[in-house]
């Protein structure tokens, strides 16, 4: 990915929460936020109940000290004693995690009937990749001027968060869910983002 100037730089995740959010039923029983960083996600979800997971001391001490209608975990989504929820979201985070177990784990989340959706990066690798690309960076850039001009540019990620340089390729992505989520709809987005929704099988 080509680095923007400083000033010009802004956060492709909040460019996609929107998007998340859309896919979310208008109101849930249960979600679970996996990967919540400062919280920004859970707080915006509409259920009766939130829990939002982070590996990060920091980033749970600091979300949860602007909402307390969120439960905040602080632990390791892939070993910590969860439940299954009708909603579970992960933004930016499975790629934090190995692909294949992660991905498990999160479908094994997901109460029958309920909701998976991720947005999630991918690492450039084939032809469609790249002409993706020609449109991305322009773009990327035309949205960091405007941003700038406005004010609403800078820095897109808080210097504490947790970054991580490598993620899987759209291949790698979908034959995993083929095995793990199938049915799953998952679709590439400009801005290095793909996303994936899937519903689970209802238990008759």
């Known amino acids: 990915m080509l680095e923007l100037p400083e000033r010009l730089r802004w956060d492709h995740n909040a460019w996609y ?30 259920a009766d109940e939130v829990t939002a997971i982070d ?16 439960r905040w975990i602080h632990g390791d989504v892939l070993t910590h004693d969860l439940g299954r929820y009708d909603v579970v979201t992960a933004e930016a985070s499975l790629h934090h995690l190995p692909l294949h177990e992660g991905l498990s784990r999160l479908a094994g989340l997901t109460a029958p009937g309920g909701l998976l959706v991720v947005i999630g990066l991918y690492r450039l690798s084939t032809p469609a990749d790249l002409a993706t690309e020609l449109v991305t960076l322009p773009a990327n850039a035309v949205v960091g001027v405007v941003k700038a001009l406005n004010g609403t540019g800078g820095k897109p990620h808080d210097a504490e968060m947790p970054v991580v340089m490598t993620a899987p390729t759209l291949p790698e992505i979908r034959a995993a869910a083929a095995g793990i989520v199938p049915g799953a709809r998952i679709r590439r987005h400009v801005f290095w983002r793909y996303s994936l929704v899937w519903r689970a099988p209802e238990v008759h």
């Not at 208008?26 to 915006?44: E, F, H, I, K, M």
């Not at 590996?55 to 969120?70: K, L, P, Y």
């Open 55 to 70: 590996a990060d001391a920091r980033m749970i001490e600091r979300a949860g000290a602007t909402s307390d209608r969120v």
């Open 17 to 46: 929460r929107r998007r998340l959010l859309r896919q979310l039923p208008s109101r849930a029983r249960s979600a679970l936020d996996v990967g919540c960083g400062l919280g920004d996600l859970a707080r915006s979800i509409s």
